[in-house]
């Protein structure tokens, strides 16, 4: 198969690799180098980075739903398939509809659970129980098309976004090498009949609920100690690493926590807190070596075991206790 491949993250790359493998790719579609740091350099997309080790031409599109001279680039590659996963940009249907065997999108989620941009993240902030990868042909509306095959984890209690990306990222590129080769087996021509040769599951016969994993807002990351524990502790993993809180008036990311604790720990805790003559959400409680930094929050504690002060590298359990002990009795906010 003649492929053009579209993705921009580090999720993508395991598929990318594993296509690379197994059929020949034309060029790669990546998003423009982007500015960051406090130097602003420009820095390469992962897809870029892996596109170049293999020698594959690369495009860029600022915007390919307005940039006809790049469409036509890609349609006059006359590649057979479009694949496509987490490219971050909308296509338009002219190249929908260019390549032979169709365009088809890898999707992390269990559709139509979490159409749109950050599946990951949001299946984790829900709590959800199980995530997957979805391998749908795409139309039009966003991730609206039918699924050819789909694998789903659970998501643990312990799992945080990394976690759960790397998992579907190996799910994502072995699904799509099985799914190519049922795509070829049915063969070119009237789409209606090729597609039903592929005994599609269309999302309009799903009972699931139709969510929108909406992009992440910078707000997002800022946590809100008024909440209950676990919806803290699922904010900490399903943003990792990103999240942060301010304690006097220094910004510390917090990347790690559990609420998995023991009754005896609970005991202590709750003494602990009764010895405060005025306890606020957010407000360290202490900081061990055996655990952690233990935090009341609005339900109870939650016990964060890795940390970061600005400047310093991340810090785990007895360097936690040399960095945090004198925050004792301080609040995040």
């Known amino acids: 198969m003649n492929i053009i491949f579209w993705g921009t993250p580090q999720y993508s790359v395991n598929s990318l690799e594993y296509v690379y493998k197994k059929h020949n790719i034309l060029s790669v579609v990546t998003q423009p180098d982007r500015r960051r740091g406090r130097g602003k350099n420009s820095n390469f997309s992962p897809i870029k980075i892996k596109s170049l080790e293999l020698g594959i031409p690369i495009i860029q599109p600022t915007n390919i739903k307005l940039e006809n001279d790049i469409q036509e680039q890609i349609i006059s590659l006359n590649a057979d398939l479009f694949v496509v996963v987490a490219f971050g940009q909308i296509l338009p249907t002219k190249i929908l509809n260019a390549p032979l065997y169709g365009c088809w999108n890898a999707h992390a989620s269990i559709l139509p659970r979490w159409r749109g941009a950050a599946p990951i993240q949001r299946s984790i902030l829900s709590g959800d129980k199980e995530t997957g990868v979805g391998i749908m042909y795409m139309e039009e509306g966003l991730d609206t098309g039918p699924v050819l095959l789909q694998k789903n984890i659970n998501i643990n209690p312990n799992d945080n976004s990394d976690i759960i990306g790397n998992k ?166």
């Open 168 to 333: 579907l990222s190996i799910i994502s590129a072995n699904l799509l090498l099985d799914s190519i080769e049922l795509i070829e087996s049915a063969g070119i021509g009237n789409k209606l009949k090729r597609l039903e040769k592929l005994n599609l599951n269309y999302q309009s016969n799903s009972n699931s609920e139709i969510t929108y994993a909406k992009m992440i807002s910078r707000e997002e990351y800022h946590l809100k100690w008024n909440n209950n524990s676990n919806i803290i502790h699922r904010h900490i993993m399903g943003l990792n690493p990103n999240t942060y809180s301010y304690c006097n008036n220094k910004r510390i990311k917090i990347l790690e926590t559990d609420i998995n604790l023991s009754n005896n720990l609970l005991k202590v805790y709750k003494n602990k807190i009764n010895s405060f003559t005025k306890l606020n959400n957010g407000q360290i409680i202490d900081v061990t070596s055996n655990e952690g930094i233990i935090v009341k929050t609005n339900d109870g504690i939650i016990v964060i075991k890795k940390a970061q002060l600005p400047g310093k590298n991340i810090s785990m359990k007895n360097i936690l206790k040399q960095q945090f002990e004198i925050y004792i009795g301080s609040t995040f906010l």
